[in-house]
């Protein structure tokens, strides 16, 4: 995920590769890092507290089920109880909550 880069005083410099990406499929993290992306399929929750995202986060849109006379959604949902500092990329196709404010 990282590769060296190196001056001309032969300090050697982690950096970001390009073009290199982790995937990850609905874990609790606190850090996502730049490269990484972090899925919520359809179906799953995440809760995290206080999330620094540098990389992207994809929550899923679900199916409509019937049920009784209405229908529900099945659809990803990321829960950030407290502070969400993002310096990424959050594609929200799902439900997203931060502290008590829902965003779908």
């Given at each position: ?59 899923e ?35 997203l ?8």
């Amino acid at each position: 995920m990282a590769s060296n880069v190196r001056f001309l005083d032969q300090i050697s410099v982690g950096a970001f590769a390009g073009g290199q990406q982790t995937t990850i499929n609905a874990v609790n993290k606190r850090f996502i890092l730049a490269g990484e992306t972090v899925t919520v399929a359809a179906g799953q929750q995440i809760v995290a507290y206080d999330l620094f995202n540098f990389g992207i986060i994809t929550i899923e849109q679900g199916l409509a089920i019937a049920f009784g006379t209405g229908s529900i959604q099945t659809d990803g949902l990321y829960q950030i109880e407290t502070v969400l500092y993002n310096n990424g990329v959050i594609n929200n196709n799902g439900i997203l909550i931060i502290d008590s404010n829902i965003f779908t």
